[in-house]
C-alpha cells in the first residue's frame, strides 16, 4: 500500500493573489494537483511551468488540449501516460474536458482524472456520462477531481459518483461547502474515488490565503493505494 496526497482546485483562471495560491499549495504538499481553469490560451505552457515552479512541481499534463484542466506532481510520482478528453461543443457555451495521467508510486499503479462540467443542467449529464464512458476502459484504480458545477444530488453529480466513493461523505464532510470563497454556501467541488482506493482524509482548506488566492476552496485528500 502507498499513500498518495491529492489537491483538487478551481483557480480561477489565475486571476487572484498568485503569491497566496502558491503558499496554499506548499502549505498543503500535495504529490498530485488537478486544477481547473489553468492556463489554457495564449503561451500556457509557460504559464503551467510558471505556477509549477511557484508550487515546487511539474506541470505534466493538460492544459490548452484538456480546455483549462490541468495536472502537477512533484518527483515521488511517475507519470507513464497523460492524455485529454474534449466533450462536444454546444453552440454558445464554453468547450469542456479533462485530463488523465496514468501514474505511479513505488508499485502502486493509478489514474488520476480532473475535469471541469458545463454551467448547463442538461449538458453535465451528457459530459458525465461521456467521462464514465472513458473511465470504464481504465484496468487501473483511479479518481476523479473537479469543478462539477452543481450541488450533490444533481444529473451531472449522480452520473458521475455513481460507483464511485465521494471522499467527503467518506470521512462525513459533505456539509462542507466548497464556493464560493466569499460567502461559502454551494458544494460543487468533488473528488471522486474508486472503491479499491482507501480514504484516508479529506478536508477543505479555508485561510485567509485561499480566500485570497480563488474563489473556490481546495480540497485535499490522503488515500490509500492498492499495491
Known amino acids: 500500500m502507498h499513500k498518495i496526497r491529492v489537491m483538487s482546485y478551481n483557480i480561477h483562471s489565475s486571476r487572484d493573489d498568485l503569491r497566496a495560491l502558491a503558499a496554499v499549495v506548499r502549505g ?4 498530485l494537483v488537478l486544477v481547473q481553469e489553468a492556463p489554457r490560451r495564449f503561451r500556457w505552457r509557460g504559464k503551467n511551468a510558471r505556477l509549477a515552479r511557484q508550487w515546487g512541481m511539474l506541470h505534466t499534463g493538460g492544459g490548452l488540449w484538456a480546455l483549462g484542466n490541468s495536472a502537477f506532481t512533484t518527483l515521488r510520482v511517475g507519470v507513464r501516460e497523460t492524455w485529454n478528453v474534449q466533450f462536444p461543443l454546444t453552440p454558445g457555451r464554453h468547450m469542456r474536458g479533462a485530463v488523465f495521467a ?4 513505488g508499485r502502486s499503479r493509478f489514474v488520476a482524472v480532473g475535469t471541469h462540467l458545463s454551467l448547463d443542467a442538461t449538458e453535465r449529464v451528457s459530459q458525465a456520462q461521456l ?9 487501473e484504480p483511479y479518481f476523479v477531481a473537479g469543478d462539477l458545477n452543481e450541488e450533490p444530488g444533481g444529473g451531472g453529480w449522480r452520473t458521475l459518483a455513481d ?3 465521494d ?20 458544494r460543487i467541488d468533488g473528488i471522486f474515488v474508486d472503491p479499491r482506493i482507501e480514504v484516508l482524509d479529506y ?4 485561510s485567509d490565503q485561499a480566500r485570497a488566492a480563488s474563489d473556490h476552496f481546495p480540497l485535499v485528500v490522503d488515500l490509500a493505494l492498492p499495491s
Do not use: M, Q, W
Not at 478536508?203 to 479555508?206: A, E, F, S
Open 28 to 31: 498543503e504538499a500535495p504529490d
Open 131 to 139: 467521462l464514465k464512458d472513458h473511465l470504464a476502459a481504465l484496468d
Open 102 to 105: 496514468r501514474c505511479t508510486i
Open 163 to 165: 460507483g464511485l466513493v
Open 203 to 206: 478536508r477543505l482548506i479555508d
Open 167 to 186: 471522499a467527503a461523505d467518506a470521512k462525513e464532510c459533505g456539509n462542507i461547502f466548497t464556493y464560493s470563497c466569499a460567502s461559502p454556501r454551494r
